[in-house]
T-cell receptor, first 111, second 113 residues
Framework: DAKTTQPTSMDCAEGRAANLPCNHSTISGNEYVYWYRQIHSQGPQYIIHGLKNNETNEMASLIITEDRKSSTLILPHATLRDTAVYYCIVPGGTSYGKLTFGQGTILTVHP | DAGVTQSPTHLIKTRGQQVTLRCSPKSGHDTVSWYQQALGQGPQFIFQYYEEEERQRGNFPDRFSGHQFPNYSSELNVNALLLGDSALYLC????????????FGSGTRLTVV
């Protein structure tokens, strides 16, 4: 699996955009970037994934740099319920099902 | 639309015993993976099942085994329980072996005493 690096923690004010960075400099050309989050005492929740192009869904946007060595997850209008641990994952090759969860970023949204 | 269902939600076992955890995937999903999450850590991949076969396996001993049934539900079995097996066990499902985006259950909290 490609190694990912995320900040340990981030803060965000409610209603503002939360931008969570992830470095994955060893990513290969056919590897996807996935984002999951885990709210306390719950199972992880899939947010979004991408290969090369920027992606957007009802939860978030994913911006991937042109060289694919880093990405940013954007929560456009953070709410208190977005407080969670956010994981950036790059499964190796075609091992889409083998998700390696690192330490992730603890996002705290403040009122 | 029911998501991933796991049972039981909590379980207490004694060292040396055996345990079976159960998982029903989200409707329409056919691939199931299991994870172990120790307190304060991220989930660790145990194995993945597709078409009733183990397709990928993480770094877990043979005491951890599984099964997938024709209706896509799955079981995780752990033999000779150790205190270190105490954790939250998560089941996740998706459609297809190369499916993107897994849906996770809320987990089974196993305590070994």
């Amino acid at each position: 699996d490609a190694k990912t690096t995320q900040p340990t923690s981030m803060d965000c004010a409610e209603g503002r955009a939360a931008n969570l960075p992830c470095n994955h400099s060893t990513i290969s050309g056919n590897e996807y970037v996935y984002w999951y989050r885990q709210i306390h005492s719950q199972g992880p929740q899939y947010i979004i994934h991408g290969l090369k192009n920027n992606e957007t869904n009802e939860m978030a946007s994913l911006i991937i740099t042109e060289d694919r060595k880093s990405s940013t997850l954007i929560l456009p209008h953070a709410t208190l319920r977005d407080t969670a641990v956010y994981y950036c994952i790059v499964p190796g090759g075609t091992s889409y099902g083998k998700l390696t969860f690192g330490q992730g970023t603890i996002l705290t949204v403040h009122p | 639309d029911a998501g991933v269902t796991q049972s039981p939600t909590h379980l207490i076992k004694t060292r040396g015993q055996q345990v079976t955890l159960r998982c029903s995937p989200k409707s329409g999903h056919d691939t199931v993976s299991w994870y172990q999450q120790a307190l304060g850590q991220g989930p660790q991949f145990i194995f993945q099942y597709y078409e009733e076969e183990e397709r990928q396996r993480g770094n877990f001993p043979d005491r951890f085994s599984g099964h997938q049934f024709p209706n896509y539900s799955s079981e995780l079995n752990v033999n000779a329980l150790l205190l270190g097996d105490s954790a939250l066990y998560l089941c996740a499902s998706t459609l297809g072996l190369a499916g993107h985006g897994y849906t996770f259950g809320s987990g089974t909290r196993l305590t070994v005493v």
